[in-house]
Nanobody
């Protein structure tokens, strides 16, 4: 199983970035897919997740209204569109897969089935 995250970079405060996560080696449509992030000196935290069929989305409070998650099961990909970025969004972002949404929204890091490598997002003031 591989999860490949891409799309990170450097952007100014108020700017936008789009992250992508592409999975292989499993039945992507059987999993909830989402993102966590970890800022320097802080714990990894939940950002967003989307249900297996894309019908339900979940967001951490500070990103609601700014971030949008989506998925395309035919392409085994998920995207996180991040708008109106703030310096507080600076972190390494990790794509993850799990069978349950609880693992994401309750931040049960140890129970997450699969992790991708992180991608750095830096928002400058």
């Amino acid at each position: 199983v591989q999860l490949q995250a891409s799309g990170g970079g450097l952007v100014q405060d108020g700017g936008s970035l789009s992250l992508s996560c592409t999975a292989s080696g499993l039945t992507f449509g059987s999993y909830v897919v989402g993102w966590f992030r970890q800022a320097p000196g802080k714990e990894r935290e939940f950002v967003s997740a989307v249900s297996w069929n894309g019908d339900s989305t979940y967001y951490e409070d500070s990103v609601k209204g700014r971030f949008t998650i989506s998925r395309d099961n035919a392409k085994n990909t998920a995207n996180l569109q991040m708008n109106r970025l703030e310096t507080g969004d600076t972190a390494v972002y990790y794509c993850a897969l799990d069978r349950t949404v609880v693992a994401f929204v309750q931040g049960r890091l140890s129970s997450i089935d699969y992790w991708g490598e992180g991608t750095q997002v830096t928002v400058s003031s």
